[in-house]
């Protein structure tokens, strides 16, 4: 099956932020453990009832000035679920959606109104203060400072399709909070029936990752068999990432109907594939569900 090209996410990297003064360690590790601490609870209280058996873990990634926190489960989630982030700065203060004070705080601090920071970096920080992490670009953001003024274009794209999808102009000054705006980048185009989506996908015809996944997704719970047998085939596809068969196998549920389907759609797969899909299959449904698809 073919998708249009992925684009990667917008990785936590040790790329160096410009002009790191002031710097106090002691105040940064205080600030970068209650940061750990807030996202922890955070993500604790938000997948209380979703994820037994699943720890949650954080990460610390340097920034020369400053740093980024991360926050996720192991085992993952689903990609794009079950992750939270925030910079914290070299005065321990965190900045983000999930921080304490505004990105604008953290740029003036780390004396990019003096010398811009790299392209690179600035998308770095502001995927983990306002998209956990996870924005994605095409290409790299045109960066210009001029008149103590900082002043950025990023166009941001969708992960799993690639499709730029929003044109984002981030203005920082002397004072206040950053100043953001927005221009969609989204090309109306016909959209395509969730089944024939289904049932191209299945049959090895291309189709757009975006209107898979959410055919996929709005098929949870069917009970049409032919719907439930593209589903059984799609589960069973290696694709760029693992996101849309595994909420293929998901969205098939647990019913004789469908343990029979995947049983025939995993059977021509190699050994070492139909083990690893058990293997899932048994961690989203139980070993029971293993066994039955093991007979």
Same mark, same amino acid.
């Not at 047998?229 to 849309?244: H, N, Y």
């Given at each position: ?49 979703? !994820? ?7 990460? !610390? ?235």
């Amino acid at each position: 099956m073919a998708t249009r090209s992925a684009v990667v996410a917008v990785a936590l990297s040790s790329a160096l932020v410009s002009g790191a003064a002031g710097a106090n360690p002691a105040q940064r590790e205080a600030g970068v453990a209650r940061a750990s601490e807030k996202l922890i609870a955070l993500l604790a209280r938000e997948h209380a009832s979703d !994820v037994p058996g699943h720890k949650i873990v954080s990460v !610390v990634e340097d920034l020369g000035c400053g740093a980024v926190v991360r926050a996720s489960f192991d085992p993952p989630l689903y990609p794009g679920s079950g992750v939270r982030t925030v910079v914290v700065g070299e005065d321990g203060r965190s900045y983000g959606q999930h921080g304490d004070h505004d990105v604008a705080d953290f740029a003036r601090a780390c004396a990019w109104l003096t010398k811009a920071p790299a392209q690179r970096t600035l998308a770095l920080v502001l995927s983990a203060a306002a998209y956990e992490g996870m924005m994605a670009m095409r290409v790299d953001p045109v960066v210009v400072l001029a008149g103590g003024v900082l002043k950025a274009t990023i166009r941001r794209a969708e992960p799993l399709s690639g499709d730029e999808v929003e044109e984002l102009s981030l203005e920082v000054g002397p004072r206040g909070p950053l100043v953001v705006q927005r221009r969609s980048l989204v090309v109306e185009r016909p959209v395509t029936p969730p089944r024939t989506v289904l049932k191209n996908a299945a049959t090895g015809v291309s189709v757009d990752a975006m209107e898979l996944l959410q055919a996929v997704t709005g098929a949870k719970n069917s009970t049409d068999v032919e719907v439930l047998g593209w589903l059984a085939v799609i589960s069973g596809m290696v694709m760029a990432s693992d996101t849309i068969p595994t909420l293929a196998l998901d969205a098939m549920g647990t019913t004789p109907t469908a343990v029979r389907l995947l049983h025939e759609a995993w059977a021509t797969l190699p050994a070492e594939r139909r083990q690893a899909l058990l293997a899932v299959a048994g961690e989203m449904h139980g070993p029971g569900f293993r066994e039955a698809l093991e007979r």
